[in-house]
């Protein structure tokens, strides 16, 4: 059974905001909310990390609701480097162990 | 700072054959994961090392091995390779702490089974 289920593909135009949903029905107490992005022939990169409510760093947004079945990666003003795939990632926090990944979301930015 | 790399960068092998992929990690970090992409799949966890021991395994088979060595690289070997085993292979690398679920990853051996 997947931990995690997103979109296979989204679609947006220079300049907008891209919102990415992640739907993770079983999430245990202890499980954090990871997103990766990855370029094609490159390895993946972590993008942000949380628990709960709203996370902010230089590259993205992670909002949460309170019962955390759900995740929303909001990246402002993409650009066309922004196409790639993102990852939305369910585990227990410890950097020491094993990455589940599933199949990802493909981003394209379009001109 | 040096980030992770990988050796090497492409390959070609023929079923039955022996391969072994090898990893650098980044400055500072104890651990290494090794992962196996293929084609618009996401990545699947195969193994881990820490302190040159394996610490933790995917469901793979016993013919994907590893090594960790003292200054904390890595190598993966596969034996009796198979058309299946053609994929992105990555490495990624991580301090040994208890916070936090970043992992760095390497560009990856694209590996090809003729």
């Known amino acids: 059974l997947a931990k995690t289920t997103q979109p296979i593909s989204m679609d947006s135009y220079e300049g907008q905001e891209v919102n990415i949903t992640c739907s993770h029905n079983?999430?245990?107490?202890?499980?954090?909310i990871t997103w990766y992005q990855q370029f094609p022939s490159q390895g993946p990169r972590f993008i942000i990390q949380?628990?709960?409510t709203k996370v902010t760093n230089e590259v993205a947004s992670l909002f949460i609701p309170a019962d955390r079945k759900s995740s929303t990666l909001s990246l402002p003003r993409v650009s066309l480097s922004d196409t790639a795939v993102y990852y939305c990632l369910v585990d227990p926090m410890d950097s020491s162990y094993k990455l589940i990944f599933g199949s990802g979301t493909r981003l394209l930015v379009r001109p | 700072e040096t980030g992770v790399t990988q050796s090497p960068t492409h390959l070609i092998k023929t079923r039955g054959q022996q391969v072994t992929l090898r990893c650098s990690s980044q400055?500072?970090?104890?651990?290494v994961s090794w992962y196996q992409q293929a084609l618009g799949q996401g990545p699947q966890f195969i193994f881990q090392?820490?302190?040159?021991?394996?610490?933790g395994r995917g469901n793979f088979p016993p013919r994907f091995s590893g090594l960790q060595f003292p200054n904390y690289s890595s190598e993966l070997n596969v034996n009796a390779l198979e058309l299946d085993d053609s994929a992105l292979y990555l490495c990624?690398?991580?301090?040994?702490?208890?916070?936090?679920?970043?992992?760095?990853f390497g560009p990856g051996t694209r590996l090809t089974v003729l």
């Open positions: 949380g628990y709960k």
């Open positions: 990624a690398s991580s301090p040994r702490t208890s916070g936090g679920n970043e992992q760095f």
């Open positions: 400055s500072g970090h104890n651990t």
């Open positions: 090392y820490y302190r040159e021991e394996e610490n």
């Open positions: 079983n999430i245990a107490t202890n499980d954090y």
